[in-house]
């Protein structure tokens, strides 16, 4: 993620890094050394369902660019070896990415709602 925002550098730390398997404890640790451990980081806050997904929020932050969504969604696929592909979803026409590894897909998205930006990493 070269180049990447303060916000893509934390969900990589949180989320993404901690992926295919998304522990609680894994997820939980990340978010103690990176979010909470910030002093001057209000208004973001992670979400996850144990083994399912991970999403990182950033109140008053800026919606994440389509580059730095590609470039988490490469990482990740580099790192376990899946393939990527880039998907639009057809409610919203937003852009997300597909990472297949085996037989599991994982999505991975960002984007902001009601100003607040998010990344987030899914099982599909």
């Known amino acids: 993620m070269l180049g990447a925002s303060r916000e893509a550098k934390i969900f990589g730390q949180v989320c993404a890094n901690n992926a295919p ?8 640790h990340a ?8 002093k001057n980081f209000r208004g973001a806050g992670v979400a996850y369902d144990a083994g399912e997904s991970c ?3 950033f109140g008053g932050a800026p919606a994440p660019a389509d580059a ?13 070896g899946g393939s990527l592909r880039a998907r639009k979803s057809a409610i919203g026409g937003s852009k ?3 990472v297949k ?3 599991t897909k ?3 998205e960002g984007g902001a709602r009601g100003g607040v930006a998010y990344y987030t990493i ?3």
């Open 31 to 38: 978010a103690r050394a990176t979010i909470y451990s910030a």
């Open 101 to 103: 590894i085996g037989r």
């Open 68 to 80: 730095t969504i590609q470039s988490i969604a490469v990482d990740f696929a580099r790192k376990t």
């Open 122 to 124: 899914a099982k599909r």
């Open 106 to 108: 994982f999505g991975i």
């Open 21 to 28: 398997a998304l522990e609680a404890y894994a997820i939980e």
């Open 55 to 57: 999403r990182v929020n």
């Open 96 to 98: 997300w990415y597909e």
